[in-house]
């Protein structure tokens, strides 16, 4: 499994940004897809996740109704949209797969790299 997170980048508070996660490697039916993000010396924190076969979702309550999670089948892309950003929400994003598990797992199979997104006050 290859997941290969993009679209991080420099933007004011306020704005919107939506990442995208591109997955391969196999069939992701069955897969819980997650978000995740670690800011400077704080712990890696949980955002959403959501199954890939039905789409149900589930969220951190820090970040319920400001961002969205969301998956397109045919290509294969996970989606995070992040509206009214915060410089709080600073921090280096990672998409995850894990096999099996539940929308309020912590415990991931795979992990992207990440990608950075900085947020101007």
């Known amino acids: 499994v290859q997941l290969q997170a993009y679209g991080g980048g420099l933007v004011q508070a306020g704005d919107s940004l939506r990442l995208s996660c591109a997955a391969s490697?196999?069939?992701?039916?069955?897969?819980?897809m997650g978000w995740f993000r670690q800011a400077p010396g704080k712990e890696r924190e949980f955002l959403a996740s959501?199954?890939?076969?039905?789409?149900?979702?589930y969220y951190a309550d820090s970040v319920k109704g400001r961002f969205s999670i969301s998956r397109d089948n045919a290509k294969n892309t996970l989606y995070l949209q992040m509206n009214s950003l915060e410089p709080e929400d600073t921090a280096v994003y990672y998409c995850?797969?894990?096999?099996?598990?539940?929308?309020?797992?912590?415990?991931?199979?795979?992990w992207g790299q990440g990608t950075l997104v900085t947020v101007s006050s």
């Open positions: 995850a797969a894990d096999w099996g598990g539940f929308l309020s797992t912590r415990d991931y199979d795979y």
């Open positions: 490697g196999r069939t992701f039916s069955g897969y819980i």
């Open positions: 959501i199954s890939w076969r039905d789409g149900r979702t």
